[in-house]
């Protein structure tokens, strides 16, 4: 059982960030280079890349403003961003300025803080990727002679990861050198075809030790103690025949390593070539960027189970500041993100509403007037922003994304401040066009009441009764109670920042986003039912004020009544059975010909591969009719495929009743985000698979197992599913981790608070100052002392759990932990 347990662990890999802006790039020939630049910024992990950002004109200091988040789905040496000169013609190619290069190990210095980054300069000889596995042996041999020598033999097993050339599966061989004092005699493998993961098994000899007399010219005599000044080297090329090879890594073994132990077997990570050129070079500029890596070691289910529970539990306890949810975010409280994984786990268990009750219960004790209603950040306020968030992506998706794209694409002018206005601008035709906006993007909100998400129905009903009954007398609390969510900290801001909700993929030029400001504005105000109430000259900007006039009309007031009304009233919504199709992913893909052939081959096509909670369908083209539609209910498997299927990485098959669609996505996190998506949204499907084939049917044959029946079941078992919830893509036992993380990384304020409630409940002597414990909220020590005590235990245990599995990692030099050898 503990073996199966070890296999569960999982290590889980994220990154989000910012690319915020570059600075004085260059150098770029040409007296005019401001006007002319035209840049963009790729991600790449090791030599993948992972996310590009869209195209900036005319400045060598261009910003950003790209926000990117992704899970990493596969181990990785390096993360690099690259700022590229972008190529106007098809017949130029884009040209690197320089990049910013960034280890894995040190990814954690820089977490959640904007650092600038000098750009270095792209060498080739640099850009590596992959690992590879080695055997070395050191054997005693008897020369002619009759003299004792040593004979070295390496093996070369296999490599595996290495990267794509121009986009191409490689053809990789390895040169292998024994190197030292005047001294290097270099063997080579043959050349294996289309593989990043090749094959080699090939063993060679290297002479280490000769007797004295041996006298053949051109080799150098080495004693015995002169294997320490020997390594094997190990050069990783592509074979380009007519062109030059190309560089693909190294790695460097120190023959000594076998001096103790003549039998040494190990992966290592390949290198760049360090050929100790550290020539000055030209400032290329720099780069701001915004980083946060996390890496979760997730244990088994049955290790999280005290924790999750004691915080399951804390809608109960009475009072809710003794329970172990509001200390974590009482303890937390300066770190915003901390209240996330909590939020998601009573999601996922349905114990968020009561939770979040008994909070703003407890807010609203201690707020005096009602027009401050939720006005700060509570843990309340938080805990609702965090799942408004998370249930309401596709609610936001289906409200906004068709106005924010038309808004988005048609690019008309409205600004109306007159401080802001172009040569040529009218401000009443600006005024206007923004008018038409904000009235398509006010009606889009106040008819959408039928797709706000239950739970968020669930929040606002609760809050509406909660600050009734705090402020009985005020007519418009229970509007402003809602309001001060769903307007002013949901829609608004998601009209302000689409592409924080995906609903756009990039950060929106400025003159867009100017015009985003001004419609988030008027919203914030025609949703604020309190502002509503107030004079006009409550307005700073006095063109706000002409502007917000048309407005002020009772049936606008009405229309915000009657929508805050229908998604927080005591009736509940009836479904009309039919889901509204929501867009969970779409991109453009490489597909596999189902039908005709090319020479002989079925050919690989772009395509725009769409998914929503109905449908699988490509196109030939984003917004183009769809070529092939796919129920999702009909979909019986989607899993990995075989790079040596089609010679191809990054490929997945989905199969259908009809036949395998054969699909190649951009990059591994691409591909891992379509398998997730399209896992999900057919785990439940009656006609899954529990088999399948992890290759293709070709020469009569299945490549995987070989049967040569096209309809022989699967070789491999399914991949199952976690029952994460698909609108909400909840992995509970990630979240506890994170959670037993922050607390761990809190240990001293839990030992504070715990001190904190001990002075309160038991010390009879001088009370402490009041500063020592201020800052937490404790409302009954004894019962706040028993759950912090619990939580202890529960951390202790967690713990143990972790070192015991830590002495069971994977060994220095195994596949999974490979050494990271040395650079010349």
């Known amino acids: 059982m503990a073996e199966e347990d070890d296999v569960r662990i999982r290590i889980l890999q994220s990154l989000r960030g910012k690319i915020c802006e570059a600075k004085n790039l260059g150098p770029v020939s040409g007296p005019n280079r401001q006007r002319d630049i035209c840049t963009f910024c790729t991600i790449s992990l090791d030599q993948e890349e992972v996310f590009r950002t869209k195209v900036f004109d005319k400045s060598v200091s261009p910003f950003y403003g790209e926000d990117f988040y992704f899970e990493i789905p596969r181990p990785f040496q390096c993360l690099s961003f690259y700022v590229y000169v972008y190529a106007k013609s098809v017949f130029q190619r884009d040209l690197p300025v320089g990049k910013v290069s960034i280890r894995k190990d040190d990814l954690c210095k820089y977490k959640g803080k904007e650092h600038w980054f000098s750009l270095q300069p792209v060498d080739p000889n640099s850009e590596v990727q992959g690992k590879v596995h080695l055997e070395m042996r050191l054997n005693e041999v008897i020369t002619e002679n009759g003299s004792v020598g040593q004979h070295l033999l390496v093996q070369i097993i296999e490599c595996q990861g290495l990267p794509l050339i121009s986009g191409q599966i490689c053809d990789p061989y390895a040169t292998v050198s024994l190197v030292g004092p005047a001294r290097s005699d270099q063997k080579k493998t043959k050349v294996k075809k289309k593989t990043s993961n090749p094959l080699f098994e090939e063993t ?123 200390i974590l975010g009482d303890i937390c409280r300066e770190r915003y993100e901390a209240v996330l994984p909590m939020v998601r786990l009573l999601l996922h268990h349905n114990r968020f509403v009561p939770f979040v009750s008994a909070v703003a219960t407890l807010e609203l004790d201690n707020t005096q007037e009602a027009n401050t209603i939720f006005r700060g950040n509570s843990l309340a306020t938080r805990c609702i922003d965090d799942m408004m968030k998370i249930v309401g992506k596709n609610y936001l998706a289906v409200t906004l994304k068709p106005v924010i794209d038309e808004i988005c694409e048609s690019n008309k002018s409205c600004e109306i401040d007159p401080n802001k206005l172009k040569e040529g601008d009218n401000v009443e035709v600006n005024k206007e066009n923004l008018q038409v906006y904000v009235q398509k993007v006010f009606s889009s909100i106040t008819q959408s009441n039928a797709n706000c998400p239950p739970s968020m129905c669930a929040v606002f009903r609760s809050l509406r009764h909660l600050a009734c009954k705090r402020f009985p007398a005020d007519p418009h609390v229970q509007y402003s109670a809602v309001s001060s969510f769903v307007f002013l900290r949901f829609f608004a801001v998601a009209v302000f920042s689409p592409h924080t909700f995906q609903l756009r993929s990039h950060h929106p030029d400025p003159e867009i986003t100017r015009t985003l400001t001004l419609i988030s504005k008027t919203i914030q105000t025609l949703g604020s039912w309190g502002s509503l109430s107030k004079k006009l000259s409550s307005f700073k900007e006095s063109y706000m004020y002409d502007f917000f006039k048309s407005f002020q009309e009772d049936k606008c007031i009405e229309k915000v009544k009657k929508f805050l009304d229908e998604i927080s009233s005591n009736i509940s919504k009836e479904s009309s059975g039919l889901e509204d199709a929501v867009v969970l992913k779409e991109g453009e893909v490489q597909k596999r010909a189902q039908g005709r052939k090319r020479l002989g081959k079925k050919s690989f096509k772009k395509r725009w591969l769409r998914v929503t909670n109905r449908e699988l369908s490509y196109h030939k083209h984003k917004g183009k009719e769809a070529v092939c539609i796919i129920n999702v209910k009909n979909i019986q498997a989607v899993e990995k495929l075989d790079e040596s299927a089609f010679n191809r990485k990054n490929m997945f098959q989905v199969v259908h009743a009809e036949k395998q669609l054969y699909v190649q996505a951009g990059n591994c996190v691409e591909a891992c985000e379509w398998l997730d998506v399209l896992g999900q949204v057919s785990r439940c499907n009656e006609g899954r698979l529990a088999t399948f084939h992890p290759s ?39 979240e506890t981790e994170r959670i037993f993380s922050l607390l761990s990384a809190n240990d001293t304020k839990l030992q504070n608070m715990e001190d904190a409630c001990a002075s309160l409940a038991v010390y009879q002597g001088p009370q402490r100052e009041q500063e020592e414990y201020s800052k937490f909220t404790i409302q009954e020590p004894k019962e706040t002392f028993q759950t912090l005590k619990q939580l202890r235990n529960v951390m202790v245990e967690l713990q143990r759990q972790h070192e015991i599995r830590s002495d069971a990692a994977a060994l220095y030099g195994s596949l999974d932990n490979p050494i990271v050898g040395k650079t010349s």
Request: neutral net charge; contains cysteine.
């Open 204 to 326: 060679f000899f290297f002479e280490v030790t000769r007797s004295s007399s041996y006298n053949k010219k051109s080799h150098f005599q080495v004693e015995e103690e002169d294997i320490e000044k020997l390594e094997i080297k190990v050069d990783l090329w592509n074979n380009e025949n007519l062109a030059q090879d190309v560089f693909l890594g190294e790695t460097r073994v120190p023959v000594k390593i076998l001096r103790n132990n003549h039998i040494h077997k190990a992966w290592y990570l390949l290198q760049p070539k360090g050929n100790g050129n550290k020539s000055k070079f030209d400032d290329l500029g720099s780069l701001r960027l915004k980083l946060a890596y996390v890496e979760d070691t997730v244990l088994p289910s049955a290790c999280y189970i005290p924790l999750c529970n004691l915080l399951l539990k804390s809608p109960d306890v009475k009072p809710i500041s003794a329970s172990a949810a509001h």
């Open 696 to 734: 293709n049917y070709s020469g009569g044959s299945w490549q995987c197992c070989k049967s040569p029946s096209s309809s022989s079941p699967g070789c491999k078992p399914c991949t199952i599913t976690l029952q994460a919830n698909l609108q909400l893509d909840i992995d509970c036992d990630r």
